[in-house]
Structures are given as structure tokens and as C-alpha cells.
């Protein structure tokens, strides 16, 4: 394994931002390449100590001459997010400086070509970053972006030009929810690694081989050895599965199991009012159209002091807010429905 660093300039004299990056060779050159970062948003960390507990299996793979093709590993993604502290609250989805989303505004590329990056030198710190990281990741067959969400199942995002063929790659991570997309105009981090494939010969795209993916890894909280375990074994079974790692021992992944659904079945359920949450709902549960989720307490002690929503129809809890405070208009959770929704905001990519 080989380690280097990355440094991203920041906007004034004496500041800069370094990260590292592990690289393993492969000894084939045919065999497909894979690429994972953790904690772009850089305070969710279930991905963070996935990698950590997987680097043992990939160093132990690397020594029996098993690592096929190249794998590279940039554990946690965002140093400038990874140092922002506002009022002692760690701060790590939106850059400060311009309040921007660490994973919006990277470059849609017409094609994987580097050469198309945009010039970053009088751009923002957190720029130049997804542009580095986007550098770092095109041209790799497999690349993985590895978040959470506040509380949650496991689940991935994939885009549509990769289902079914990502079905193995889902069953492999033991996730229990897969939700397709179709667009990304805001330029999150798997779009740029997806988007550019869209429109270019077969023999470059390569979707026999292909996978980007968000991995959503449960909630924040959900920073655990056990887990992080199990999360290991998730990648390397995918990377086995995928011809990156070779190991005879290793059963081929069965048939995904799990809730498939477009994100236009999402509902996310806007607060209607401010207040404190009481969730009837834990992710996980199905609901059945009509079924109270949860209780919005605004007006405490008075008569009429607190509102309900109820689900607008059946389907599965995937996520909801790990914090209980909300203000009106805010999302309480995510409703995976059996049909579209009738909000006008799903179809959206959410993290
Ligand atoms: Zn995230």
C-alpha cells in the first residue's frame, strides 16, 4: 500500500488543507479499478471506520497477491469541512465560506477526461477540492462515495443507466434499499462520477463493469465496531464480487432482497409546523396509508398546542431526523412509498 498527500490551497496565505490518499496496485491491468471516499460531508463517519476495519483485509489481500486491479482509498474526503467548528457544533455538510453543500457544485463532465476539469486557481478552497476529487476518482470502474444520513437504514443511490446491473453490488453490502435517480443538475459527487459516461462510446463507458454509488451507512450515530465490521465485509465482498479483489473462498453475492424504488416515491413529509418531534415511526417500519408518523408538538400545555401527520400512503420508513427540534417546512423523514408521491419536490437526489 502506498500512502500520499493531497494539498488543496486555501483562499488566503498560510492556509491550506491536506489529506491522504492509500493506493493499492493491482497486478492486472485488465482487471477492473475501484475507487472510495469517505466523509465528503465530513462529519458522517460510518464510512470512515468501515474503511478503517477494511484496510486489514485489502493489506492481507495485497500480500497473498491477491489485489487485481488498483483500489484507491481516500478515508476521509474533506479536510476543509473536517476542521470547521462554528460556535464548538462541528460543521460539515456546507462549506462556511460559501455556504455551499460539500457534495453540490462539482464539475458534470461530458466526458471522463480530466482535461475537461475546470481551471481552480482563483476559484474556492472547497472548488478546488471537488475538482481534486474528482481528478483523484475518474477512470476508475467502481467508485464508491460513502455518507449517512441522520438516522436510517443502510441504502445506496444509483442511477438508472447502472439497474439492475448494480444488483450484486447492492446484495454484496447487505443494504436494505436502493433508490434510482435520473438527474443531477446540482452536481453532487456521484453524478460527476456517472454523468460523463452517459454520452460516450461503449468500450469507454463500460457499463458491464461500471458502479458509482452514494452509500447512505445508517445515521450519524452510527459510528460502531460492530458495524463498521459488517461494513467492511460489504465492501470486500463487492470488490470480490466485482473481479478488483480475488478470493475463491468468498460466496458470489445471492439476489438483492431489498426495497427498490424511484426517488418520485419518496415522500419526506415537510413539518407543518415548528415545534418539538415525536416520532410514532422508527426507520424500518412499514406504515400503511393514513398511519400517524409522527406528533409536532408547537404550542406546549395549550389546548390544540400540537399538529400530526399521517403518511400519505404505505410504503417503508427509511430515514428520519436525528434531532427533535424543527421548524415549519422542515422534512421529517423519508418515506420509501409503493407509488409516486404527490409532492413536487421528490425526484430530487437528497444528499
Ligand atoms: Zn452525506
Given at each position: 500500500m502506498h500512502r500520499s498527500i493531497e494539498r488543496i490551497a486555501g483562499d488566503s496565505e498560510g492556509v491550506s488543507y491536506e489529506f491522504p490518499v492509500l493506493r493499492f496496485e493491482g497486478t492486472d491491468e485488465a482487471a477492473p479499478s475501484a475507487y472510495l471516499q469517505a466523509a465528503?460531508?465530513?462529519?458522517?463517519?460510518p464510512g470512515v471506520v468501515a474503511i478503517d476495519a477494511l484496510m486489514p483485509m485489502l493489506a492481507r489481500a495485497e500480500a497473498e497477491g491477491r489485489i487485481r486491479g488498483a483500489i484507491t482509498i481516500v478515508p476521509w474526503a474533506n479536510p476543509i469541512g473536517r476542521a470547521q467548528y462554528h460556535f464548538g457544533e462541528h460543521q460539515?455538510?456546507?462549506?462556511?465560506?460559501?455556504?455551499?453543500?460539500?457534495?453540490?457544485?462539482?464539475p458534470l463532465l461530458?466526458?471522463?477526461?480530466?482535461?475537461?476539469?475546470?481551471?481552480?486557481?482563483?476559484?474556492?478552497p472547497d472548488q478546488r477540492l471537488k475538482s481534486r476529487l474528482l481528478q483523484l476518482s475518474l477512470g476508475h470502474d467502481i467508485v464508491l462515495d460513502l455518507h449517512c444520513d441522520d438516522e436510517g437504514l443502510p441504502y445506496l443511490y444509483i442511477h438508472t443507466s447502472l439497474w439492475p446491473a448494480m444488483a450484486d453490488c447492492a446484495a454484496a453490502m447487505g443494504v436494505d434499499a436502493v433508490l434510482l435517480w435520473n438527474e443531477d443538475t446540482d452536481g453532487t459527487f456521484e453524478g460527476a462520477s456517472i454523468m460523463p459516461y452517459q454520452n460516450v462510446p461503449a468500450e469507454v463507458a463500460r457499463f458491464d463493469r461500471r458502479v458509482a454509488t452514494t452509500v447512505e451507512y445508517r445515521g450519524i450515530l452510527d459510528v460502531d465496531g460492530e458495524l463498521a465490521a459488517a461494513d467492511a465485509e460489504g465492501l470486500y465482498r463487492l470488490l470480490v464480487a466485482r473481479g478488483v479483489v480475488a478470493d475463491p473462498a468468498l460466496a458470489t453475492p445471492g439476489a438483492f432482497t431489498g426495497t427498490v424504488a424511484p426517488l418520485e416515491n419518496i415522500d419526506m413529509m415537510p413539518a407543518p409546523k415548528g415545534g418539538a418531534v415525536v416520532y410514532d415511526v422508527k426507520p424500518g417500519a412499514r406504515v400503511a396509508k393514513g398511519a400517524r408518523l409522527a406528533k409536532i408538538v408547537y404550542a406546549p400545555g395549550e389546548t390544540g398546542g400540537s399538529t400530526e401527520v399521517f403518511a400519505p400512503q404505505a410504503g417503508l420508513i427509511l430515514t428520519r431526523r436525528s434531532r427533535r427540534i424543527i421548524r415549519a417546512g422542515e422534512d421529517l423523514l423519508k418515506l420509501v412509498g409503493d407509488k409516486r408521491s404527490d409532492d413536487a419536490r421528490s425526484g430530487t437526489l437528497e444528499d
Open positions: 465528503l460531508h465530513a462529519g458522517e463517519l460539515g455538510r456546507f462549506h462556511l465560506g460559501t455556504r455551499t453543500n460539500f457534495n453540490r457544485g462539482f461530458a466526458a471522463p477526461d480530466t482535461a475537461l476539469l475546470p481551471d481552480t486557481t482563483l476559484a474556492t
